[in-house]
T-cell receptor
Framework: DAGITQSPRHKVTETGTPVTLRCHQTENHRYMYWYRQDPGHGLRLIHY???????DKGEVSDGYSVSRSKTEDFLLTLESATSSQTSVYFC????????????FGDGTRLSIL | KQEVTQIPAALSVPEGENLVLNCSFT??????LQWFRQDPGKGLTSLLL?????REQTSGRLNASLDKSSGRSTLYIAASQPGDSATYLC??????????FGGGTRVLVKP
């Protein structure tokens, strides 16, 4: 399995608090992604990165920010969490555009009360 | 905007029967199509990747076909086993190395 670690695995927090999720990879892959998975909506791309300090928005980026200061780490931040951001968040990595599958972490289950 | 659809949403078959899972997409301008498996509470595991120039890809009991012109892909799983019970997701990759996912098909293989 690809070396992807997401932390924390579970988190419960309150509306209005800041939350940061971490994705750490040991594969030295160039591309990293954050998705959320919700019933009825499937997996949707939040943000992605194509290199250190190079990031771009996905389909559902409002309310989220990301940072990538090192190849191995990709952080997802909810500046002021809302109940609509309760979801399961997945990090994924890939090495070469259009030629290799994305590999996924085990997810972070986030509940915002 | 690319849309990916998987029908049916759920499927139940007896052990030993072949599984046929369908995926359709609206925009044929894709780099590849990927099939994933997801077990409850887990992340996604890549099964097969079909490049846009390919018609099919095979791995063991799994075979996936791609008809880009009609916007369809089919995943075949031969001689299903209870361990094949999972949710199967297809996704298409377009410009920008971004995946668009279908809603998945939840499969139950009964012993």
């Amino acid at each position: 399995d690809a070396g992807i670690t997401q932390s924390p695995r579970h988190k419960v927090t309150e509306t209005g608090t800041p939350v940061t999720l971490r994705c750490h990879q040991t594969e030295n892959h160039r591309y990293m992604y954050w998705y959320r998975q919700d019933p009825g909506h499937g997996l949707r791309l939040i943000h992605y990165s194509y290199g250190v300090k190079d990031t771009d928005k996905g389909e559902v980026s409002d309310g989220y920010s990301v940072s990538r200061s090192k190849t191995e780490d990709f952080l997802l931040t909810l500046e002021s969490a809302t109940s609509s951001q309760t979801s399961v968040y997945f990090c994924a990595i890939s090495d070469k555009q259009g030629n290799q599958p994305q590999h996924f972490g085990d997810g972070t289950r986030l509940s915002i009360l | 905007k690319q849309e990916v659809t998987q029908i049916p949403a759920a499927l139940s078959v007896p052990e030993g029967e072949n599984l046929v899972l369908n995926c359709s997409f609206t925009d044929s301008a894709i780099y590849n199509l990927q099939w994933f498996r997801q077990d409850p509470g887990k992340g996604l595991t890549s099964l097969l990747l079909i490049q846009s120039s390919q018609r099919e890809q095979t791995s063991g009991r799994l075979n996936a076909s791609l008809d880009k012109s009609s916007g369809r892909s089919t995943l075949y799983i031969a001689a299903s086993q209870p361990g094949d019970s999972a949710t199967y997701l297809c996704a298409v990759e377009a410009a920008g190395n971004k995946l668009t996912f279908g809603g998945g098909t939840r499969v139950l293989v009964k012993p």
